[in-house]
């Protein structure tokens, strides 16, 4: 069989125009941390209407990604990516000039729509731009590394933007990015899409929204406000809308998602891989974005930049898991950074009230570059192991269950966090303190200083107990999942080119 074909200057330039909507999307998520009490003050938004500004976006991304990811392998990557773009900058255009709650709202619901269209078109494109394994290797640590860095700018910039403009701006800044997308897509980008992808299965694409929707605001709403009868019979309704969307997927003519790439260890192993990753990265970022604030009292435009130094550890990551994974059985390397990242909670456990900012600093780093080296590598399997016109829907499923890893981080190691917090507290302790350290530190503003300073002393005491303790059961999460991940993944290697690879042509 022939060797796969070397992909030349052109996609690797089309590499960088694809970093351009997975930057911003990824930016999405958190560039409104700063933005929300000067959009409160100048529209009137409720609590209620703020929590929608906050989540409706990631909703309707999670809900849609699935059916996204199958409508590009069917109309064409490229062609999705557009359209996409297209919705994306006229959505952020309506936000930046939102005059009341509602507008922004349906705005930032647009934006989950648009954002669903990029991201697994980007990652699909990239399957059907690098044929050779190496390469695809560097162009996915590459994407890795771009998703990460749109995280963890996204607040830096947002505050930077509040410094200088009004709340708008952290909307507008999209719309250049997505017009420049739109001029060098169609010149750049090749055009995929799958020869026989059937007709678009709209009831599938209905029962996967009824599924993901009701399941991650379930979840979420418990992590926030604890059990209550509603986010429980919510999640139960998207665990059976769940099953019968996989039931959908066994007897569609033409379903969105293939079934039996599950049964393939590369892909599924990777997919909990992944999920146990994104689940401990943004499980820990709720934790240190509060310690470094509500602890060490940090503006949150200083606690943002300081979040910035374990980049120093995590630029690197992606590239050495790539050369890594070149020498050496690729569920050796994955074990081994989920290890490195254990070792990142392992400090984390040593963080007290008054540590160093190098000590949370230095545990967030390892952590992070660890799970961004088993991100590239699982993402590099996931993708690799499918028929290249599937890439659209599997890039998607992976997407899907990031989101639930995010959820089930907040939810999970927040409510550990939560039951340790209140354990370390001394009984009788005023209510505001019991609530949590936001609660503590809110109540005790309005307190004379000397009992404020008791207030705070307790609650952040007991905060940093309960970190200590969310590292513990993260690490050792951590090091049960590098364990199976070798077992599952040991020997499952990039598969040969594919007849189904050879007969995937670019759509005219």
């Known amino acids: 069989m022939s060797q796969p074909e070397l992909a030349g200057r052109k996609e690797w330039i089309a590499l960088g125009v694809l970093a351009l909507p997975l930057l911003l999307v990824s930016m999405d998520v958190s560039v409104l941390y700063f933005a929300v009490p000067f959009i409160s003050s100048d529209l009137g938004v409720s609590a209620t209407e703020q929590l929608w500004i906050f ?92 998703m990460m860095g749109g995280i963890t700018l996204g607040p830096v910039l947002g505050g930077f933007l509040l410094e200088h403009f009004w709340w708008g701006s952290v909307f507008l ?40 929707l009701p399941a991650i605001w379930g979840i979420k709403e418990l992590a926030a406000n604890g059990a209550s009868v509603l986010p ?51 499980g820990n970022a709720v934790f240190l974005t ?21 980049s120093v550890l995590v630029g690197g990551a992606a590239p050495l898991a790539t050369a890594l994974a070149g020498k050496f059985d690729r569920a050796y390397v994955i074990g081994g950074a989920f290890v490195l990242a254990a070792s990142g909670y392992g400090v984390l456990t040593q963080v007290q009230v008054g540590s160093s900012l190098a000590v949370p600093l230095t545990g967030a780093g390892l952590l992070a570059a660890g799970l961004v080296m088993v991100m590239s590598l699982v993402t590099e399997a996931i993708v690799g192991s499918v028929a290249p016109e599937r890439a659209g829907s599997a890039s998607a499923v992976m997407e899907t269950c990031s989101e639930f890893g995010g959820a089930l981080g907040i939810a999970i190691l927040g409510s550990i966090g939560t039951a340790a917090y209140r354990a370390d507290l001394p009984s009788g302790v005023a209510a505001p303190v019991r609530e949590g350290l936001p609660a503590a ?9 000397q009992l404020a300073e008791t207030f705070l002393t307790t609650a952040r005491h007991a905060f940093t107990h309960s970190m200590n303790v969310v590292a513990v059961v993260g690490a050792i999460l951590l090091l049960a999942t590098a364990v199976t991940s070798v077992i599952a993944l040991r020997g499952t290697t990039a598969p040969a080119p594919t007849p189904e690879e050879s007969e995937l042509e670019p759509a005219a």
Request: glycine share 10%; charged share 10%.
């Open 173 to 212: 800044i999209n719309t250049p990015a997505m017009l420049l997308l739109l001029v060098l897509a169609p010149v750049l980008l090749p055009e995929f899409k799958a020869p026989t992808g059937g007709r678009f299965d709209l009831i599938g694409s209905v029962l996967s929204l009824a599924g993901v």
């Open 441 to 449: 530190t809110a109540a005790a503003a309005h307190l004379p200083a």
């Open 232 to 282: 429980v019979v919510s999640i139960v309704a998207g665990l059976v809308f769940g099953v019968l969307f996989v039931q959908r997927q066994r007897t569609a003519a033409h379903p969105m998602v293939d079934l039996s790439m599950f049964k393939n260890r590369a892909f599924s192993g990777s997919l909990v891989a992944n999920t146990v990753g994104t689940l401990a990265l943004v």
């Open 55 to 146: 989540d409706i976006y990631g909703f309707v991304l999670a809900g849609l990604l699935i059916t996204m990811g199958s409508l590009g392998d069917r109309i064409g990557r490229r062609k999705l990516l557009l359209f996409g773009a297209i919705g994306f900058g006229i959505a952020s255009v309506a936000a930046a000039y939102a005059q009341n709650p509602e507008q922004l709202i349906a705005a930032r619901a647009v934006l989950g729509i648009g954002g669903a269209t990029l991201m697994p078109s980007t990652l699909a494109l990239i399957r059907n731009m690098f044929h050779d394994a190496k390469q695809r290797s560097k162009a996915i640590a590459f994407w890795s590394a771009v």
């Open 290 to 310: 509060q310690y470094l604030q509500l602890v060490h009292g940090l503006t949150p435009l200083k606690a943002a930049l300081w979040s910035l130094a374990p």
